[in-house]
């Protein structure tokens, strides 16, 4: 049996490395290994044992052979180094000349080092190098195992020597390296030891010993307290005569981790013998007691006391026929019938069981109190579960106790009643768009959840939210907000495990938060007088617009508001007028929505407005006129004082003409005269104040008359 797994990576390497020197090529060394120590004191000696860590390493250190160098502790202030020699593995020659022929493991050595069949069966071309290094992976394995079987054969290889010049309670190490030159780098081992009275190696113990069907399975630790390199099995039937069950001492080879993969059940079988050997052994009969112990030898060839027997019994594994079982039969309340049938009556077949379920995975639960005779094909469960499905097995069961069970078959309570209208529905919508709704737990046995249904009108068809029944009384929906229905109307409607559904519940109607800004007013009709400015503007076509905000612009967008108007329902338009504008003044006006809500809408487009006509001040008052017919003098006088510039102007007019301009004079003149000739006849005067400026002129004042006699 193999000892070690090597990499084939680098033992492969090894022929390449060789390969490449025969074409001499160049090669950088890139092969690594070391060499493994171990030492035991006996008092009057102490044995070094060691092994190469790769077959690639054996193989050129059976060439140089190794080095034995120790240094002596025995004064520890001047600790002394010493070559003790150098071995190497014996000839084919000098193997056959210092062993028997019928030493087993000294055959297998020379088998290892110098045998031919060993390259049986290599292929040809670059898949040769693969198969030459599986071939040096098991001369190594076989060669190590024939050294840790047999302590002469280890001398013989070259992996061991007894150093006899030893003191009593003195300290040594070993250092073991090659003897010559070799390919690749491979590392010093060493060793510290104490030598000592030798200590009796401790029995390995066995973890666990199982019975299976005339099969046992024994599990023991790979990391006993002595490192063994082997076992032998002994086995018995009475717990005293023990007889071994392997000549050759067995060790199981670690798992390839390769192989675990994914797979659950191999990776805790890979993780069980990466910490177990495992045996198993087969055994004449089932219900007899065995007994087994196990040795261990070691890397001296030194074989352990034997572990304390553990006893196991096997027994019958095999289980019966199934039986077939027929579709379940509903009776009446919580009465199911099962029937079954069972082809092959096993001459240890010894009857069934009933096992129920509400769920096809199981767990199920024994409705059977006793095993029911092999004779009996039915049975009726008189204690169905109400409202849910119910999975039956039947296990058909022998002397031994090993169970066979069917395959599931479902039977059901009939129920076409529905579950009652839901109660208590209601909600909330946030600003995000989330619906929160909750309502009361309807008290049935058998609910499975509730369905949730919406509409966003109450008159229409309901639409299903959710895809399967809720189990919870709470559920939270998304909508979107930006929509002109100002609702939403949610219903919901209860399930039952047959699927009965309730009527549905009283309708939520939740107002949805509104994110959507109104619709902006219009402006219609402009309307401009020397008293303002009106402007007709058609209303928000929004149905939650509660009002408008009018604002005007003397600057570039530098709005101001002016005005807040409430929405009028019913009516399509409002009038706005603004009587504080000024004359040849350019104004813009604009006006935005209000919603319920207090959201704003956008604001209409600008609408430009300048007033070009100026407003008539107040008349002059007082007016007063006097005529000396003596010296044809007509004089006018009046009283008007304001700021800026302006100047007066005199109307008259003779008879029934109308008045007219007729001279002006300065506004630091109060007075004006005229002198008539020969006019005769009624005139009249009037006065008005003209501004050069944005003022606007005075309204002619009321008129004043005089008659005029040419006979005078």
């Given at each position: 049996?193999?000892?070690?797994?090597?990499?084939?990576?680098?033992?492969?390497?090894?022929?390449?490395?060789?390969?490449?020197?025969?074409?001499?090529?160049?090669?950088?060394?890139?092969?690594?290994?070391?060499?493994?120590?171990?030492?035991?004191?006996?008092?009057?000696?102490?044995?070094?044992?060691?092994?190469?860590?790769?077959?690639?390493?054996?193989?050129?250190?059976?060439?140089?052979?190794?080095?034995?160098?120790?240094?002596?502790?025995?004064?520890?202030?001047?600790?002394?180094?010493?070559?003790?020699?150098?071995?190497?593995?014996?000839?084919?020659?000098?193997?056959?000349?210092?062993?028997?022929?019928?030493?087993?493991?000294?055959?297998?050595?020379?088998?290892?080092?110098?045998?031919?069949?060993?390259?049986?069966?290599?292929?040809?071309?670059?898949?040769?190098?693969?198969?030459?290094?599986?071939?040096?992976?098991?001369?190594?394995?076989?060669?190590?195992?024939?050294?840790?079987?047999?302590?002469?054969?280890?001398?013989?290889?070259?992996?061991?020597?007894?150093?006899?010049?030893?003191?009593?309670?003195?300290?040594?190490?070993?250092?073991?390296?090659?003897?010559?030159?070799?390919?690749?780098?491979?590392?010093?081992?060493?060793?510290?030891?104490?030598?000592?009275?030798?200590?009796?190696?401790?029995?390995?113990?066995?973890?666990?010993?199982?019975?299976?069907?005339?099969?046992?399975?024994?599990?023991?630790?790979?990391?006993?307290?002595?490192?063994?390199?082997?076992?032998?099995?002994?086995?018995?039937?009475?717990?005293?005569?023990?007889?071994?069950?392997?000549?050759?001492?067995?060790?199981?080879?670690?798992?390839?981790?390769?192989?675990?993969?994914?797979?659950?059940?191999?990776?805790?079988?890979?993780?069980?013998?990466?910490?177990?050997?495992?045996?198993?052994?087969?055994?004449?009969?089932?219900?007899?007691?065995?007994?087994?112990?196990?040795?261990?030898?070691?890397?001296?060839?030194?074989?352990?006391?034997?572990?304390?027997?553990?006893?196991?019994?096997?027994?019958?594994?095999?289980?019966?026929?199934?039986?077939?079982v027929g579709k379940p039969e509903y009776l009446n309340?919580?009465?199911?019938?099962?029937?079954?049938?069972?082809?092959?009556?096993?001459?240890?077949?010894?009857?069934?069981?009933?096992?129920?379920?509400?769920?096809?995975?199981?767990?199920?639960?024994?409705?059977?109190?006793?095993?029911?005779?092999?004779?009996?094909?039915?049975?009726?469960?008189?204690?169905?579960?109400?409202?849910?499905?119910?999975?039956?097995?039947?296990?058909?069961?022998?002397?031994?106790g090993n169970q066979a069970p069917s395959y599931p078959?479902?039977?059901?309570?009939?129920?076409?009643?529905?579950?009652?209208?839901?109660?208590?529905?209601?909600?909330?919508?946030?600003?995000?768009?989330?619906?929160?709704?909750?309502?009361?737990?309807?008290?049935?046995?058998?609910?499975?959840?509730?369905?949730?249904?919406?509409?966003?009108?109450?008159?229409?068809?309901?639409?299903?939210?959710?895809?399967?029944?809720?189990?919870?009384?709470?559920?939270?929906?998304?909508?979107?907000?930006?929509?002109?229905?100002?609702?939403?109307?949610?219903?919901?409607?209860?399930?039952?495990?047959?699927?009965?559904?309730?009527?549905?519940?009283?309708?939520?109607?939740?107002?949805?938060?509104?994110?959507?800004?109104?619709?902006?007013?219009?402006?219609?009709?402009?309307?401009?007088?020397?008293?303002?400015?009106?402007?007709?503007?058609?209303?928000?076509?929004?149905?939650?617009?509660?009002?408008?905000?009018?604002?005007?612009?003397?600057?570039?967008n530098e709005y101001k508001p002016v005005a807040r108007?409430?929405?009028?329902?019913?009516?399509?338009?409002?009038?706005?007028?603004?009587?504080?504008?000024?004359?040849?003044?350019?104004?813009?006006?604009?006006?935005?929505?209000?919603?319920?809500?207090?959201?704003?809408?956008?604001?209409?487009?600008?609408?430009?407005?300048?007033?070009?006509?100026?407003?008539?001040?107040?008349?002059?008052?007082?007016?007063?006129?006097?005529?000396?017919?003596?010296?044809?003098?007509?004089?006018?006088?009046?009283?008007?004082?304001?700021?800026?510039?302006?100047?007066?102007?005199?109307?008259?007019?003779?008879?029934?003409?109308?008045?007219?301009?007729?001279?002006?004079?300065?506004?630091?003149?109060?007075?004006?005269?005229?002198?008539?000739?020969?006019?005769?006849?009624?005139?009249?005067?009037?006065?008005?104040?003209?501004?050069?400026?944005?003022?606007?002129?005075?309204?002619?004042?009321?008129?004043?008359?005089?008659?005029?006699?040419?006979?005078?």
């Amino acid at each position: 049996m193999k000892r070690f797994i090597i990499s084939c990576f680098l033992t492969g390497a090894f022929f390449v490395v060789f390969a490449q020197q025969k074409n001499n090529a160049p090669v950088k060394p890139t092969l690594h290994s070391s060499i493994k120590v171990k030492a035991k004191s006996y008092n009057d000696s102490i044995i070094i044992r060691w092994a190469p860590a790769d077959a690639w390493a054996w193989v050129l250190l059976n060439s140089t052979g190794y080095t034995i160098e120790r240094t002596d502790f025995s004064n520890p202030a001047q600790p002394k180094k010493e070559i003790l020699g150098t071995v190497k593995a014996y000839t084919l020659e000098k193997l056959k000349t210092s062993f028997g022929r019928d030493d087993k493991y000294a055959a297998i050595a020379a088998q290892a080092l110098y045998g031919k069949n060993f390259n049986t069966g290599i292929r040809q071309g670059n898949l040769a190098y693969a198969d030459q290094a599986a071939v040096l992976k098991d001369r190594h394995a076989f060669a190590l195992q024939a050294a840790d079987y047999d302590a002469r054969v280890a001398g013989a290889l070259g992996l061991k020597w007894v150093d006899k010049n030893v003191s009593s309670q003195k300290f040594y190490s070993y250092r073991i390296y090659p003897a010559g030159k070799t390919q690749g780098i491979i590392d010093t081992g060493s060793v510290f030891i104490q030598n000592k009275n030798v200590v009796a190696s401790v029995a390995p113990e066995i973890n666990d010993a199982i019975g299976l069907d005339r099969v046992v399975e024994l599990h023991w630790s790979r990391f006993q307290e002595e490192q063994y390199s082997g076992f032998i099995i002994e086995k018995s039937a009475d717990g005293k005569n023990f007889i071994p069950i392997n000549t050759i001492p067995y060790f199981s080879s670690l798992p390839d981790s390769s192989t675990i993969g994914k797979d659950t059940v191999v990776h805790e079988m890979v993780d069980m013998l990466r910490l177990n050997h495992i045996l198993m052994d087969s055994v004449k009969a089932n219900y007899t007691n065995y007994y087994y112990r196990i040795k261990g030898i070691n890397a001296f060839a030194e074989w352990s006391g034997y572990s304390k027997p553990v006893m196991v019994m096997t027994r019958d594994m095999k289980p019966p026929s199934t039986a077939s079982v027929g579709k379940p039969e509903y009776l009446n309340k919580r009465s199911i019938k099962i029937q079954w049938v069972k082809d092959v009556n096993e001459p240890d077949f010894k009857g069934f069981t009933v096992s129920r379920a509400t769920n096809v995975q199981g767990p199920y639960e024994l409705i059977t109190k006793n095993i029911l005779d092999k004779k009996i094909n039915s049975f009726v469960d008189e204690n169905a579960i109400e409202h849910e499905e119910n999975f039956y097995i039947v296990s058909s069961i022998d002397t031994a106790g090993n169970q066979a069970p069917s395959y599931p078959v479902m039977g059901l309570i009939a129920d076409n009643t529905p579950p009652a209208t839901p109660t208590g529905l209601k909600g909330t919508i946030d600003k995000r768009g989330y619906v929160h709704l909750s309502w009361n737990a309807n008290k049935e046995d058998d609910m499975k959840g509730y369905k949730v249904y919406f509409t966003n009108n109450e008159n229409q068809t309901v639409s299903q939210v959710t895809l399967e029944p809720v189990a919870d009384t709470v559920y939270t929906d998304t909508i979107t907000l930006k929509t002109l229905t100002k609702n939403i109307y949610y219903r919901i409607v209860a399930v039952d495990m047959n699927n009965n559904h309730s009527d549905y519940s009283p309708v939520a109607k939740l107002r949805k938060p509104d994110v959507v800004p109104p619709m902006p007013p219009v402006a219609g009709n402009v309307d401009l007088t020397a008293k303002g400015v009106s402007i007709q503007w058609m209303q928000s076509g929004s149905e939650d617009a509660v009002g408008y905000i009018i604002f005007r612009s003397e600057k570039e967008n530098e709005y101001k508001p002016v005005a807040r108007v409430r929405h009028q329902s019913g009516l399509s338009s409002f009038l706005f007028t603004d009587t504080t504008v000024k004359a040849l003044v350019s104004y813009k006006y604009t006006a935005e929505a209000i919603d319920e809500d207090s959201l704003h809408s956008a604001r209409c487009n600008p609408i430009p407005v300048t007033i070009r006509t100026l407003p008539d001040q107040p008349a002059i008052s007082g007016l007063a006129i006097a005529y000396d017919n003596k010296t044809k003098k007509v004089k006018l006088n009046w009283q008007y004082k304001q700021t800026g510039n302006y100047f007066f102007v005199i109307y008259r007019a003779a008879g029934n003409d109308p008045l007219g301009k007729y001279s002006s004079t300065g506004s630091d003149q109060s007075e004006w005269v005229e002198y008539l000739n020969a006019e005769t006849g009624t005139i009249k005067y009037a006065v008005q104040a003209v501004f050069r400026d944005a003022h606007g002129n005075t309204r002619l004042s009321e008129p004043v008359s005089i008659m005029v006699n040419s006979s005078r």
